[in-house]
């Protein structure tokens, strides 16, 4: 295969639009800027988001290049289907609950990022510690993202994924150094408009991957076998717990991030966040629909009446392209250029998101209020944008060894859900708890957690809980244990706190052992 020109050219002119968004919402963030604090108009753009901008950013930030690269994988796998895609859904309903449950109690405070409440509780040592999990959720989340942008490239475009790496990694870092919260809020209108009439639109890509005549009508496919399994999907019973843990943990696992909260933070009032929250979890669950009904397409397909030939894409272990394979081999090249260009614009807005909460977190809670509590805010802001080179770097290496898109897009947030959710909720609704009862819940969610193994790494388990099996040499646990592992970690930092505040009221302790 030849490399691909057109697209190509196309894709390079898309590059340079996003970038010329940011560096004006850059120019933009700087004029608003008067009287105003810079550290916070970087991380929160002023609290001057207006309720269209803040919707568009929020839907843009979880419509990822894993997220719709993800689902139409799923829908894909013969092992899977469509009963197995439950990141629309869960999204969906984490941003309602979020909008219900946690937006007015933080942005009533005006927090500035997810950590604020957990320092202000349990204190700045609890603090840093609590910073690790978020840290390497958005790092891995931001790897997982560019992986399926270089494997989309890989395919139809016919270069490096490496290139393509790299490429978007330095746009998306040059971009958000420059404007913050800003020039990443505009530059998601742009790349969410872009998804929406490059992918999802009726007249566009859609229609001609329906109408090839290697493809199947995806109606008969749901429920009868053809070239594979019906791609409905089904949930037998021994995988029921499992699937009921994998949904509990996108629909809470999704909360406790800085990428929600920063868009929920820059609104200009309680009222105005709730909204955007609602809103975007509409926005989130109709995004996925083009995805769905190409992995339906995929499955519907004979891929020895197409270029591609057999071996099919899962045989061949190529499944996780799937996305881009339909749009390049079942579309015509124009139509598959445009497709490319909705799964560059969806990975670059999630990109932008993970890579300026990992540098707000970090300048705001670790720098300011650890390590350099007497900083300027100039100096607050440079920590801002070194960390974020950092960290962008960091995730661009990490992005060479993703095998599976999935696979690392839900491992990127399982330390979040299993350590940071049940902190979080305590710090807001539980005030009661205290710095004792954090740490063990630390400590036994940790545990808990990587004692249960990780099949995606490789990693045994110790703790095989009920209906653990041995598939394939894997070992997979049944057992719901991310929600056991959240809600035990949560049961813990109530009873110790609660054990610490007796004993300390009753001088059983020494008083001057009192950290909280």
Not at 38 to 53: C, D, Q, S, Y
Not at 164 to 186: F, H, K, P
Not at 228 to 244: C, T, V
């Amino acid at each position: 295969m030849a490399l691909n020109i057109p697209g190509l050219v196309s894709l390079s002119v898309f590059f340079m639009l996003t970038l010329a968004t940011g560096i004006w919402a850059s120019w933009k963030s700087k004029k608003d800027q008067q009287n105003r604090n810079p550290t916070e108009m970087a991380i929160v753009g002023g609290r001057n988001i207006n309720v269209f901008i803040g919707l568009f950013t929020a839907t843009a930030t979880w419509v990822g290049g894993a997220y719709i690269n993800g689902t139409a994988e799923i829908v894909y796998l013969p092992s899977k289907g469509l009963l197995w895609v439950q990141a629309p859904v869960g999204f969906a309903l984490s941003l309602v609950i979020g909008g219900f449950f946690f937006v007015n109690p933080m942005r009533s405070k005006n927090y500035v990022t997810v950590m604020d409440p957990l320092q202000e509780t349990y204190g700045n040592v609890m603090g840093s510690l609590l910073f690790i999990p978020p840290l390497l959720g958005e790092v891995f989340w931001f790897a997982a993202i560019l992986a399926s942008l270089g494997a989309t490239m890989r395919v139809i475009l016919d270069i490096g994924g490496s290139l393509a790496i790299i490429v978007s990694a330095c746009t998306v870092i040059l971009y958000t150094l420059l404007g913050g919260l800003y020039s990443v809020a505009y530059t998601d209108v742009i790349q969410l408009v872009f998804i929406t009439l490059s992918l999802a639109s009726p007249w566009v890509c859609i229609p001609f991957a329906l109408v090839n005549s290697a493809t199947e009508s995806i109606y008969y496919t749901a429920t009868h076998q053809s070239y594979q399994d019906p791609w409905i999907g089904k949930i037998e019973k021994q995988y029921l717990g499992r699937w009921l843990d994998d949904f509990f943990y996108l629909v809470l696992g999704s909360i406790p991030w800085q990428t929600y909260f920063q868009r929920v933070l820059s609104a200009a009032s309680p009222g105005q966040a709730r909204l955007i929250s609602y809103l975007s979890g509409l926005g989130c669950f109709s995004m996925a629909i083009p995805s769905v009904l190409i992995g339906a397409v995929a499955a519907s397909t004979d891929w020895n009446q197409t270029s591609y030939g057999l071996p099919s894409p899962l045989e061949r272990g190529e499944s996780a392209m799937i996305l881009p394979l339909v749009l390049h081999y079942l579309c015509p090249a124009y139509i598959s250029i445009a497709g490319l260009g909705a799964i560059a614009a969806a990975t670059m807005s999630s990109a932008d998101s993970a890579l300026l909460s990992a540098g707000s977190m970090f300048a705001h809670n670790i720098y300011r209020k650890i390590l350099r509590k007497k900083a300027t805010e100039m100096e607050v802001l440079w920590a801002m944008r070194t960390s974020m080179l950092v960290f962008g770097a960091g995730a661009a290496g990490l992005a060479f060894y993703s095998s599976s898109i999935y696979d690392l897009w839900f491992l990127s947030g399982e330390l979040v859900y299993a350590l940071l959710f049940p902190q979080l909720c305590c710090a807001l609704f539980i005030p009661s708890t205290n710095t004792y009862g954090s740490a063990a819940g630390f400590l036994v969610g940790l545990l808990l957690r990587l004692l249960a193994g990780e099949p995606a790494l490789s990693i045994p388990p110790i703790i095989c809980y009920s209906a653990c099996s041995l598939v394939n040499g894997t070992y997979s646990q049944l057992f719901p244990f991310k929600i056991f592992t959240m809600l035990l970690t949560l049961g813990t930092i109530v009873a110790v706190s609660y054990l610490a505040a007796v004993l300390f009221q009753r001088n059983l302790l020494p008083r001057r052992w009192d950290v909280c």
